[in-house]
Nanobody, 122 residues
Framework: QMQLVESGGGLVQAGGSLRLSCAAS????????MAWFRQAPGKEREFVAA????????SFADFVKGRFTISRDNAQNTVNLQMNNLRPEDTAVYYC???????????????WGQGTQVTVSS
C-alpha cells in the first residue's frame, strides 16, 4: 500500500509559478510510475504529466507543454510538478498518482493522493 500526500498548492496570479510536491510512503518508490492529474469544477479529471520509474522519461498533456515540468527524487520518495506561466484555466485540484511496475506510457494508476487546490486569478 502506498500513501501519497500533495503539497504546494495555493493562489497565484496569471503568469505566476507554483511548485507542487508529492511525498510517497514505502520503500519501493522507484518501482512506481508517478503522475499528476487535475480536476476543475464541473469537469472530469484529466492527465497533466507523468514520469517513468527509473529512466526519467516524461509525458505531458498538450495544454501544459512548455510550461510545466515534472521531476522525481527516488532517494527522497518525492515527485514534483513545476508550473510556470500559469493561466486561469489551470485552476483545479491537482492529484498525485502512482502506478506499480507499469509499462510506459502508463494507462492505469493504482494509488491517488487527496489533492491540492491550485487557483490562478486573472
Amino acid at each position: 500500500q502506498m500513501q501519497l500526500v500533495e503539497s504546494g498548492g495555493g493562489l497565484v496570479q496569471a503568469g505566476g509559478s507554483l511548485r507542487l510536491s508529492c511525498a510517497a510512503s514505502g520503500r519501493t518508490f522507484n518501482r512506481y510510475t508517478m503522475a499528476w492529474f487535475r480536476q476543475a469544477p464541473g469537469k472530469e479529471r484529466e492527465f497533466v504529466a507523468a514520469i517513468s520509474r527509473t529512466f526519467g522519461s516524461t509525458s505531458f498533456a498538450d495544454f501544459v507543454k512548455g510550461r510545466f515540468t515534472i521531476s522525481r527524487d527516488n532517494a527522497q520518495n518525492t515527485v514534483n510538478l513545476q508550473m510556470n506561466n500559469l493561466r486561469p484555466e489551470d485552476t483545479a485540484v491537482y492529484y498525485c498518482a502512482a502506478a506499480y511496475l507499469s509499462t510506459w506510457p502508463t494507462k492505469t494508476y493504482d494509488y491517488w493522493g487527496q489533492g491540492t487546490q491550485v487557483t490562478v486569478s486573472s
